[in-house]
């Protein structure tokens, strides 16, 4: 597709099991964010991919939370042993390496964790 | 430090009234990217307008503008002639240059609500 690719677009996870998100970004973005937001928040940066440069770690909240980004394309966010607070959606963005173009946003991972 | 504030949690308008959404952004780098986004209920982010710090005028797309004032680090949203699909939560986005490695971060948001 022409856009960026979420999945799963739901996941329902029990307390303390791990959690991988997937995020396909659009052919050719070289940068990459993981944003998280709670319901009627605001989007919490979580993690940013740009080329092969090291990625900006500096958004996640815990140990918990990791990310990698495999061939400078699909992006995956783990988190290990889940709380109830990590249930938010993930938002994955896409945007090629010029500073005047808007980042790409998927569909969202809705996470529950119960 | 919060280097995007929108002061303005909820806001209301009057269907076919402008309505100004505040932005103000710190940041050192010389160069960088204001943008504007739109988050209906539905949840899809919606990319609205940019205006790039070197642009001498202010950016326009139909109904939206953006009223960017350099000295002030302000970056607000004017959106005239309300609509009731306008409600929906706005979010303000600065990506910075190289100083900040190209990251974009985005404000807190305002909900907007348009009453008919």
């Known amino acids: 597709g022409a856009g960026v690719s979420q999945s799963p677009s739901n996941k329902v996870t029990e307390k303390g099991k791990d959690v991988e998100l997937r995020c396909d970004p659009i052919?050719?973005?070289?940068?990459l964010y993981w944003y998280r937001q709670s319901l009627g928040q605001g989007l919490e940066f979580l993690i940013y991919?740009?080329?092969?440069?090291?990625?900006?770690k500096s958004g996640l909240p815990s140990d918990r939370f990791s990310a990698e980004r495999t061939g400078g394309s699909v992006s995956t966010l783990t988190i290990q042993r889940t709380q109830q607070e990590d249930s938010a959606v993930y938002l994955c963005?896409?945007?090629?390496?010029?500073?005047?173009?808007?980042?790409?946003f998927g569909q969202g991972t809705r996470l529950t964790v119960v | 430090a919060q280097k995007i504030t929108q002061t303005q949690p909820g806001m209301f308008v009057q269907e076919k009234e402008a309505v100004t959404l505040d932005c103000t952004y710190d940041?050192?780098?010389?160069?960088?990217?204001l943008f504007w986004y739109k988050q209906p209920s539905s949840g899809e982010m919606i990319f609205l307008i940019y205006?790039?710090?070197?642009?001498?005028q202010n950016a326009t797309e139909g109904r939206y503008s953006l009223n960017f004032q350099k000295a002030r680090k302000s970056a607000n949203l004017v959106i005239s002639a309300s609509q009731l699909g306008d409600s929906a939560m706005y979010f303000c986005?600065?990506?910075?240059?190289?100083?900040?490695?190209?990251?974009?971060?985005f404000g807190a948001g305002t909900r907007l609500f348009v009453k008919a």
């Open positions: 963005a896409s945007s090629p390496l010029q500073g005047d173009t808007e980042a790409f």
């Open positions: 052919s050719g973005h070289t940068a």
């Open positions: 991919f740009q080329g092969n440069s090291a990625p900006d």
């Open positions: 940041t050192s780098d010389p160069s960088y990217g």
């Open positions: 205006q790039g710090s070197y642009d001498q």
């Open positions: 986005a600065m990506r910075e240059g190289y100083t900040g490695g190209f990251k974009t971060i």
